[in-house]
């Protein structure tokens, strides 16, 4: 079983910057991709960007050039992080935003309670 801490998010203006952080333990995570997925009110969960063990990411069109996603890696694989810096932010960026971390071929996903991100002059 994978357990998943979320920390960051918060109030924004326009063009500004925030930093989303997701720790993930419990389990070797060499074969699980981490990444966040947003959910605007009224909408449907999108991607927003992911990333491998290999350092492989994806990018929804919409966040590309403006978040870039890290992974940084313990010994062992056992403890992970997920960074999300998010910068030049829009209106449209509000969200809630959830962590995501899931096994490459297996049916294990796993998913954090979520953050708010509100951008807004």
């Known amino acids: 079983h994978v357990q998943i801490v979320e920390s960051g998010g918060g109030f924004v203006q326009p063009g500004g910057s925030l930093k989303l952080s997701c720790a993930a333990s419990g389990s070797d995570l060499t074969f699980y991709r981490m990444g966040w997925y947003r959910q605007a009110p009224g909408k449907q969960r999108e991607l927003v960007a992911t990333?491998?063990?290999?350092?492989?990411?994806?990018?929804?069109?919409a966040v590309k050039d403006r978040f870039t996603i890290y992974r940084h890696i313990s010994r062992h694989n056992v403890n992970n992080t997920v960074d999300l810096q998010m910068n030049s932010l829009k209106p449209e960026d509000t969200a809630i935003y959830c962590c995501n971390v899931a096994h490459t071929w297996t049916q294990a996903n796993y998913w954090g309670q979520g953050t708010q991100v509100t951008v807004s002059s």
């Open positions: 990333i491998t063990s290999g350092g492989i990411a994806k990018y929804a069109d």
